[in-house]
């Protein structure tokens, strides 16, 4: 494809379920990141992935957030046992070399 | 850790109006900066990019911003704005000890609509 693309556009859960966020990333990048965005509030960095290296989860708030990438491919984001904090724009970006991002849509995640 | 400070967080312009929003950093090392804009209903999609030579950059649709490294600053500006340009701008800056080794740390966002 053209972009990043990320599924499913939207989620509503209810607290305690788990979610699973996937994210493609354009063909060829490399490098996959998740970030965070809250209502009112700027992106807060989650995961990194960069080829087959381990990721740097340095920005994960918590345990219960957890993230994979096979290869340069696709990425999930899992989140278990979710709480109303978790409601937020998941945004995936990947990028071919230390540079640009190039941002997914997102997946609005709401708990109730 | 790196943060990054956007001083505006709603702007409002006339058409034709000059445009400046602020953004500073605090990581004092090498850093690269970016000007994200999301016009409503859109990705996330990148305005312009800083990472060595002419501190004065020029992006898409007539935006530009001057790096200032003595004052951490790395603020946008355009000389006349138009309605389209109402969207979120984003400040964000990559650097060690920021968002991971390659994440961007983003401010909260400016939010700037321009009354036609």
């Known amino acids: 494809g053209a972009g990043v693309s990320q599924s499913p556009s939207n989620k509503v859960t209810e607290k305690g379920k788990d979610v699973e966020l996937r994210c493609d990333p354009i063909?060829?990048?490399?490098?996959l990141y998740w970030y965070r965005q809250r209502l009112g509030q700027g992106l807060e960095f989650l995961i990194y992935?960069?080829?087959?290296?381990?990721?740097?989860k340095s920005g994960l708030p918590s345990d219960r957030f957890s993230a994979e990438r096979t290869g340069e491919s696709v990425s999930t984001l899992t989140i278990q046992r979710t709480q109303q904090e978790d409601s937020a724009v998941y945004l995936c970006?990947?990028?071919?070399?230390?540079?640009?991002?190039?941002f997914g849509p997102g997946t609005r995640l709401t708990v109730l | 850790a790196q943060s990054v400070s956007q001083h505006n967080h709603h702007v409002i312009l006339s058409e034709a109006a000059s445009l400046e929003l602020g953004c500073n950093y605090s990581?004092?090392?090498?850093?690269?900066l970016f000007w994200y804009v999301q016009y409503p209903g859109q990705h996330l999609q990148l305005l312009l990019k800083?990472?060595?030579?002419?501190?004065l950059v020029k992006g898409i649709k007539g935006f530009e911003a001057e790096f200032i490294k003595s004052k951490f600053s790395f603020n946008l500006r355009k000389p006349s704005v138009q309605w389209s340009d109402t969207a979120e701008y984003f400040c964000a800056v990559n650097g060690p000890s920021g968002g991971g080794a390659d994440g961007l740390t983003f401010g909260k966002g400016t939010h700037l609509i321009i009354q036609p």
């Open positions: 800083y990472f060595s030579g002419d501190p």
């Open positions: 992935f960069q080829g087959n290296s381990a990721p740097d």
């Open positions: 063909s060829g990048h490399t490098a």
């Open positions: 990581y004092g090392g090498t850093v690269n």
């Open positions: 970006a990947s990028s071919p070399r230390r540079d640009e991002q190039f």
